[in-house]
């Protein structure tokens, strides 16, 4: 048996479904990568990239003992036949649609729960130190993921692998353990253009590269100001994200749909009424979006969100 081993068997135990090794470090291309989105404006309001830029580089400046980066997924692929419905989706329906990741719990909160689980088998059985994050400090995480095999940067951004395509929820684990890194996997895109050819708002501009400024899923769930009328008619009925990009991705036409069931959808976020949320108040969008990434968003912003979708089916 081998270290890299027993941390898989512990991982695939707990319930992660997939899992890489890199270390410590940003490769030149991925560091490169940042500056050109960071000198292009591409982080919008999310000021925080660039002013955390020289941390994003170097993991070792977010904790000095890490020796190697340990990088798990959790599949949340839903049933094939979601996928089918959300790409035959009628835009123009008086029902919203949800990003089919915020359609179950707040993945934060079960990602970090097996993280944590994880992270202290691994002190308590190699004495080792160790530390997790789930978007909760300045990581490149798709970069580290890229480097540590777990799978490759699509030309949507988003990291994609060959058994669940780009359903897959990421965390990383950073130990005092060094664990021999895994060789990167190559790039498998290969000369399909399907995403940037579906984009709604043409923001893949060109492979690997997406301006958030015109992304749905940056407007409708990190913008926190009025969105521009311009992207009214290619938002449509959206009120939580897109998902464009990853549903017409060759990747996810096939392979396993998730076994964690808090990642089973809620009935009530698969194409909810949209004039049933105008008798929100915010007392009951938190009470029915509690324990959701969509709570995240606020009252207001959701309901801004609502009210454009409606906008929409009107005209």
């Not at 599949?75 to 035959?88: D, F, M, S």
């Not at 540590?148 to 988003?158: D, E, P, V």
């Not at 969509?294 to 009252?299: A, M, Y």
């Amino acid at each position: 048996m081998t270290l890299k081993h027993d941390i898989q068997q512990k991982a695939l135990e707990l319930g992660f479904d997939t899992i890489g090794f890199a270390l410590p470090s940003i490769k030149l291309n991925n560091q490169n990568r940042l500056d050109q989105m960071i000198k292009k404006g591409e982080f919008a309001t999310m000021a925080w990239i660039a002013d955390r830029s020289n941390i994003l580089k170097n993991p070792k400046q977010i904790w000095p003992h890490v020796q190697s980066i340990i990088v798990l997924g959790i599949n949340y692929k839903p049933n094939q036949r979601i996928i089918e419905n959300a790409l035959a989706y009628d835009h123009h329906s008086t029902n919203g649609y949800i990003s089919i990741y915020a359609r179950h719990k707040d993945y934060h909160n079960v990602v970090k729960k097996k993280l944590k689980q994880l992270s202290n088998w691994l002190i308590n059985h190699f004495q080792c130190q160790a530390t997790y994050y789930v978007d909760t400090a300045p990581v490149m995480e798709k970069a580290i993921a890229s480097q540590s095999g777990l799978g490759w940067q699509g030309k949507n951004t988003c990291i994609i692998t060959r058994e669940f395509g780009s359903f897959i929820f990421l965390g990383e684990i950073f130990t005092s353990l060094f664990i021999e890194p895994n060789q990167p996997q190559q790039n498998e895109c290969g000369n399909c253009q399907l995403c940037m050819e579906a984009c709604p708002t043409g923001a893949i501009y060109k492979p690997y590269h997406l301006d958030p400024r015109k992304c749905i899923s940056y407007l409708t769930i990190e913008h926190k100001q009025s969105i521009p009328n311009e992207f009214y008619p290619a938002i449509r009925n959206r009120i939580y994200g897109c998902d464009t990009c990853q549903l017409v991705c060759p990747y996810n036409q096939s392979g396993p749909e998730t076994k964690e069931e808090a990642f089973i959808a809620k009935h009530h976020l698969i194409n909810p009424d949209l004039l049933e949320f105008l008798k929100y108040d915010e007392n009951k969008f938190n009470d029915i979006f509690a324990g959701s990434p969509i709570k995240r968003i606020g009252f207001e912003r959701f309901m801004r969100n609502v009210v454009i979708a409606l906008i929409n089916i009107t005209k």
